[in-house]
Every structure is written in structure tokens, then in C-alpha cells.
């Protein structure tokens, strides 16, 4: 089942954040893992959520979207992120699920 990692990312340091970018892309590749959004356009229908810029990446399951999030192998990489970026990130199983009244 596919998982999903949702980024909402401010960034502050455009410069790190490019240099971040040109070393995690190929991670996310080596984990099984493809980009769905990337930095797109977004618009907030309800709620207060003001998103600056959105990422979904798709991997093919939740054990290989957890490693390429914690593993000590792209702690370097993904302290770029942190150093240049306010980041919220959220991993979400794939799995749809019908919710029926009784």
C-alpha cells in the first residue's frame, strides 16, 4: 500500500534551500519514491490553513517513506531543510477508508 509524505515548507533561505534541494531529489528516487506536488500553486477552500509551499511525495509503502524521513543516512540532507525552511510534514498511509453510518 502506498504512503504518502505531505510537506508544507516556508522557506527562509532560498540559497541552503536550493542547495537542499539538488541533494534530496535523489533520495527520494533511491527510496522508492516519486514527487505528486512540488511547490505547486494552492488555494485554502476551508479552515484557516495558509500552506507557503506544498510537496506530496509518493512511495511505495510506509516502511520506505519512514526511512527516507529518519534515516541517518540523509540526516545531512534533510538538516539543509531545516537550517533554511520552517517545515510541518505529515506521513499518511495510503489506505482509503470508508467510514459508514450505523
Excluded at 19 to 47: F, W
Aim: with cysteine.
Amino acid at each position: 500500500m502506498s504512503a504518502y509524505i505531505i510537506v508544507d515548507i516556508d522557506v527562509h533561505d532560498p540559497d541552503t534551500y536550493r542547495d537542499y534541494l539538488t541533494k534530496i531529489t535523489p533520495t527520494v528516487a533511491a527510496c522508492g519514491g516519486r514527487y505528486r506536488v512540488r511547490g505547486a500553486d494552492s488555494e485554502t477552500l476551508y479552515g484557516h490553513w495558509q500552506p507557503k509551499r506544498i510537496v506530496v511525495m509518493e512511495f511505495p509503502d510506509w516502511a520506505q517513506a519512514h526511512h527516507w524521513a529518519t534515516s541517518e543516512e540523509y540526516r545531512p540532507i534533510h538538516q539543509l531543510r531545516q537550517s533554511s525552511a520552517t517545515v510541518n510534514m505529515v506521513l499518511v498511509d495510503g489506505t482509503v477508508e470508508t467510514v459508514l453510518s450505523s
